[in-house]
Every structure is written in structure tokens, then in C-alpha cells.
């Protein structure tokens, strides 16, 4: 597969590359990493990474403007499972498409499709692409692949880490002789404030019987901390080493979208397809959501909490 996605590379000269929306570091890292090796590679193609954009990001990378007239172009999809998440206007202006992506499948929307959720990343799986393939990297790309899978995996903490994963970050470090201390830096430095929200949180966050960690924050409380809903939605990971917690959760108030957005974590229940019964989606123990109002995000503690309770009886019988 790998040799068709190059071959329909090599064909097009317009290239749009387009993620999901509510962009993370992987998200845009596989986008951007993928953009910088085709131009390396073919300097006379035009191409373009699309979405909305977020100053938070820009050490990675930045969106591009597509022209009104263009045509006869390939569309690749990273990053994103189902055609409703993706971050993009027409999707039937393209001529040819070709999907990037570790999540779990939802549905088929391209032409050609590589899937593997057992990858930690899109990135990873833009790295893979372009070892068994002519395109080309430098230190700059290798930089952008290393930001992703680092993110994608909480630094390697997260379940998806694979003798993979560890292969290609030697691979890069060994290769291009990076600064990972420096690059960490541009990952997880935070401004005081929202450290300060970060403390909020938990001190407010409640827990269900079962082991429901949730935290609802209102637009009143992001202006206080001078904190958009687009910066804010990493917080959640901080609660990851909770004794208390199977599953946590932060639905916080984006006004300008006219949303909630929710970021959910586990650490056993599986939480993706409830996740999609609200708009959303992800990873068995990764998702994230829009809901309408906080009234909904009861319903989605709820069922979550469901979740939580038969995870602990099935344990509980298994153990005996």
C-alpha cells in the first residue's frame, strides 16, 4: 500500500492535507511532517495542510490558505477516522484521496486507506511511509514525526507504545542527532496560567461512585484565566496517575464554536464508541467529544459511569 500512496503522490501536483478537527500535536505533526517531505521530495509540487489553526501549535507548523481555483488535486486524510471529523470544506472537490490514520475504523471515505490502530500515531505512521518509500526526510521533519509520537503517547506512557515506536525515535535521534530536552520543552512549557487552571481543576473536579473524574468549566472561569477552549483541552492528561480515577474527563465551554468540548481518559473501560454517541470519537482509552450543553455532558457521565461499573465487576470476577 505503501507504494500506491507514493505512486498517487508522485502523479498529482496539487496536494491538500487535511486532520481532524479540534487539532492536537499529532494531528498537525503527521500533517505538517507529511507536507515538508513531499515538497523535499518533489520541490515543484504545490502543496497545501489545511484546518483551523492554533497559535499553540506554531512550533510545529502553520495552515495554509487554499486557493479558490484549484483543481485536479489529491486530498490525504490524517489522523482522522470518519469524514464528519475531518477539518475541511468540500470533500467532493477532490479528485483522488488517500487516508492516514491509527484510530479504531469507523467508516471508509477514500479512495485508498491505511489503517493500523495498533500504531502509537499518524506520525509514526508518516515516518513508516516515507522509510519504505522514495520520499525524502531531514532534521526538520524528523523533529516534527519525534513532537507527535512523544505527544500521541504522553511520552511513551500511554499503551499504544510499541518496539515499533521505540525503533523509529532511535531511528530519528540516531539519524538527525536531535534535542529531545528542547523539544520537550516546545511540548509541555505552560504559561502560569494555566498551571493556575490546572489547580482549579482539581480542586473542583468531582468523582462518581464508580470512578468517574469530571471537571465543567464555564467560559466565565476560561476568562479568569485568560485561557482559550483550544489550549485548555490537554489539562486532562495532569489526572492520569489518580489512584480514584478509572475514567476523567474535562467539558469545557468553547462559545465561540457554540460547543462543549470534552476530553475523556481511561485507564481500563473502553470509552471510544461512547464517545461517538456524542459527537466524537477516538481511542479505546483516548477520545474526546462536542456536545451541545452541559445538560448532555450529564448523560455522558452517565453513561460513563455505566461503563466504569461493569468494568469492575468483570474484573471482579475474573480475579476470583
Known amino acids: 500500500m505503501y507504494k500506491s500512496i507514493y505512486k498517487q503522490i508522485k502523479k498529482y501536483n496539487n496536494i491538500v492535507i487535511a486532520r ?14 507529511l507536507k515538508k517531505t513531499i515538497e523535499l521530495t518533489f520541490p515543484n509540487k504545490k502543496v497545501y495542510e489545511i484546518g483551523t489553526g492554533t497559535v499553540r501549535f506554531n512550533y510545529i507548523g502553520h495552515m495554509d ?17 470518519d469524514l464528519k471529523r475531518l477539518d475541511i470544506g468540500d470533500f467532493n472537490k477532490y479528485t483522488y484521496s488517500i487516508k492516514i490514520d491509527h484510530h479504531p475504523f469507523i467508516e471508509k471515505f477514500c479512495d485508498i486507506e491505511l489503517i493500523d ?22 532534521k526538520e521533519i ?6 507527535g509520537i512523544a505527544s500521541d503517547t504522553e511520552r511513551f506512557l500511554f499503551n499504544n507504545t510499541t ?18 530536552t528542547e523539544l520537550y520543552a516546545k511540548l509541555y512549557r505552560r504559561p502560569l496560567n494555566e498551571i493556575r487552571l490546572k489547580g482549579y481543576m482539581a480542586m473542583n473536579m468531582k468523582v462518581t461512585e464508580n470512578g468517574v473524574g469530571y471537571i465543567k468549566i464555564t467560559d466565565e472561569i476560561m476568562s479568569k484565566y485568560d485561557i482559550d477552549s483550544a489550549s485548555s483541552g490537554g489539562a486532562i492528561n495532569e489526572f492520569n496517575n489518580v489512584d480514584e480515577l478509572l475514567v476523567w474527563l474535562s467539558a469545557i465551554e468553547d462559545t465561540r464554536n457554540g460547543c462543549i468540548r470534552v476530553s475523556i481518559r481511561s485507564r481500563g473501560p473502553e470509552i471510544n464508541k461512547i464517545a461517538e454517541k456524542y459527537n466524537g470519537g477516538g481511542h479505546k482509552l483516548a477520545s474526546g467529544a462536542r456536545l451541545v450543553s452541559f445538560e448532555e455532558v450529564e448523560y455522558l457521565i452517565k453513561d460513563l459511569d455505566k461503563a466504569c461499573e ?11
Open 142 to 147: 524528523a523533529e516534527i514525526i519525534f513532537l
Open 20 to 33: 481532524h478537527i479540534k487539532v492536537d500535536p499529532d494531528a498537525m505533526a503527521s500533517q505538517t511532517a
Open 65 to 81: 490558505k487554499l486557493p479558490e481555483d484549484i483543481s485536479d488535486c489529491l486530498l490525504i486524510s490524517v489522523d482522522t477516522p
Open 163 to 180: 518496539s515499533d515506536t521505540f525503533y523509529c525515535i532511535g531511528d530519528l535521534i540516531k539519524t538527525y542527532n536531535f534535542d529531545i
Open 310 to 320: 461493569k468494568y469492575i465487576k468483570e474484573s471482579e470476577v475474573y480475579e476470583d
Open 117 to 138: 490502530e495498533y500504531k502509537s500515531s499518524a506520525s509514526e505512521m508518516v515516518y513508516d511511509l516515507i522509510k519504505n518509500t522514495p520520499l525524502k526526510m531531514n
